[in-house]
């Protein structure tokens, strides 16, 4: 084992960690803002708007992410319209096309998450809150959201995992994250093994903390699931 | 006030589809009325009660809360409220209890009863809590109030989500079936909360089979059947030589009440 190399190999993948951090947060970030936009059209109950999710989920959940990257970032710059827009300086930037097409595909597969939370709300319980008078946003804020995110939390954890991998592919898009430092060191030293090894730690790592922090909030947020106290209730 | 209309119904009627749950139902409910709505199952006495506060739309008919009618918009496709803004007024102004509980599961009791109160009226917190705690005493659950409904015993659950209408302040109250689906032994501690209300004055709706309060805490029992109202009349009259003849056969299928 030569852990002279090894440890130089940590330290250099670690200063790409950032970039990595970026990209997984924005995405979250922007993908579970567009997904809540995405859910609501779904859920409209507006033929055109569900129409619309529908076919962006499908679009979004049913090509490889790496062609959605590829297309936002050798494609967009083909269409004059964006090439000569007040777009172009942002759109021409890799990391601003990595988070984009990473954003719009989380977007698709959260959009179905926060569906199945909703759909797990119990219609006595929004019953209940419009017979006090809320309706519209309040009844959503206060009722079906907290009720769907607890729902849907178990599944929305592993979106989230699923996604601090998928940032490797940023790589390709020649974003040096972690994944494409030690692509790079690879081609200069020949040694594979040692390097991956190393980069695929650090994910491991990044994920172990991540579920932790789920597993942390799902735990905070089902109270109401474990016994009231011990002793009152087997 | 006392001999004040809080509630007032006017050929009510309401269809799924071909077929029509309630044809015409006409009923005042004074101050302090304690009003009994009985019949077999399928005769239409929740759909009527639902249709009061609107979880079902009615297909014709007016209500009339407090002196206010809910506006109601006939067309084509069917019936709509005007307003949304005046059904949420008027269902703030209902408190309603339902045959399941129907407590948000992810809140604790306190939680629950204060909800509306402090996000639906936007009452200070602080003033709701204290209100809230004397409900639940009043009820009988005080201890539970950091408790999540999932905790409690049906009869327990059923009395907190009476103490989470009666925090609305309510002008009715609506109750659904409130004890049937209660194992046997809880469903006193739910009907002497319900009786307290009634000596208190509150104006209740009781869709019910609990004979005994029918007979021994309302203060008028209405028969429904096939979405009509076969009869009505105070107790005493309903339950002795008054009874129709359909309402004499279906209480007989449940022994003499006490």
């Known amino acids: 084992m030569d852990f002279a190399f090894l440890s130089s190999t940590m330290v250099t993948l670690i200063r790409a960690l950032p970039t990595t951090l970026v990209l997984f947060s924005l995405s979250i970030l922007f993908g579970g803002m567009l997904a809540l936009l995405i859910t609501a059209m779904r859920v409209s109950g507006i033929r055109l708007l569900s129409g619309f999710a529908r076919a962006y989920i499908f679009v979004f959940r049913g090509s490889p992410l790496l062609i959605q990257m590829f297309l936002v970032f050798y494609g967009l710059g083909q269409f004059g319209v964006i090439r000569y827009s007040f777009l172009w300086p942002f759109l021409r930037e890799p990391m601003v096309c990595a988070v984009l097409s990473l954003a719009l595909c989380t977007a698709g597969y959260t959009a179905e998450i926060f569906r199945g939370g909703i759909r797990a709300v119990p219609a006595k319980e929004i019953e209940a809150a419009r017979s006090v008078g809320m309706s519209g946003l309040l009844l959503v804020r206060r009722i079906i959201a907290p009720i769907a995110f607890r729902h849907a939390l178990p599944a ?70 474990r016994p009231f106290a011990p002793g009152l209730r087997a | 006030m006392p001999g004040e209309t809080r509630l007032s119904v006017r050929n009510l009627r ?29 005769s239409g006495k929740s ?8 979880l079902e739309t009615p297909s014709g008919g007016e209500v009339w809360v407090d002196g206010e009618q809910i506006r109601m918009l006939h067309g084509r496709s069917g019936s709509r409220p005007a307003s949304r803004a005046q059904v949420d007024h008027i269902r703030s102004e ?11 599961s992810h809140m604790t009791i306190l939680q629950n009863v204060i909800e509306g109160p402090v996000h639906v009226l936007k009452r200070p917190k602080a003033e ?24 409690l015993s049906g009869g327990q659950q059923q009395r907190a989500a009476i103490a989470r209408s009666l925090a609305m302040k309510p002008k009715v109250m609506l109750f659904d079936e409130p004890t049937s689906a209660l194992d046997p032994e809880l469903v006193g501690e739910v009907l002497r909360v319900m009786r307290a209300l009634a000596e208190e004055g509150m104006t209740m709706l009781v869709v019910t089979h609990e004979m005994s309060f029918a007979r021994n805490v309302s203060n008028r029992v209405v028969f429904m059947r096939d979405g009509i109202i076969d009869s009505s009349g105070a107790p005493e009259d309903m339950f002795g030589a008054g009874a129709s003849p359909a309402f004499r056969q279906f209480i007989g299928h449940f022994g003499n009440p006490q």
């Open chain 1, 156 to 225: 929305y954890s592993t979106e989230i995992v699923l996604m601090m991998k998928s940032t490797a592919l940023a790589s390709l898009v020649t974003v040096w994250e972690v994944t494409g430092v030690a692509q790079r060191l690879i081609s200069q030293t020949y040694r594979t093994m040692e390097v991956f090894l190393c980069a695929a730690l650090i994910y491991l790592v990044l994920n172990f903390l991540i579920l932790q922090a789920m597993n942390l909030l799902e735990y905070s947020l089902s109270r109401h699931r």
């Open chain 2, 14 to 42: 309401k269809s799924f589809g071909t077929h029509e749950v309630l044809k015409g139902i006409s009923m005042d409910a004074q101050d302090g009325d304690v009003i009994s709505v009985l019949g077999a199952s399928g």
């Open chain 2, 47 to 54: 759909t009527f009660l639902r249709c009061i506060n609107l």
């Open chain 2, 94 to 104: 209902l408190g309603m209890v339902f045959q399941g509980f129907n407590l948000w």
């Open chain 2, 128 to 151: 709701c809590i204290a209100e809230a705690e004397e409900l639940l005493a009043k009820v009988g659950i005080a201890d539970k109030r950091h408790a999540y409904p999932a905790h």
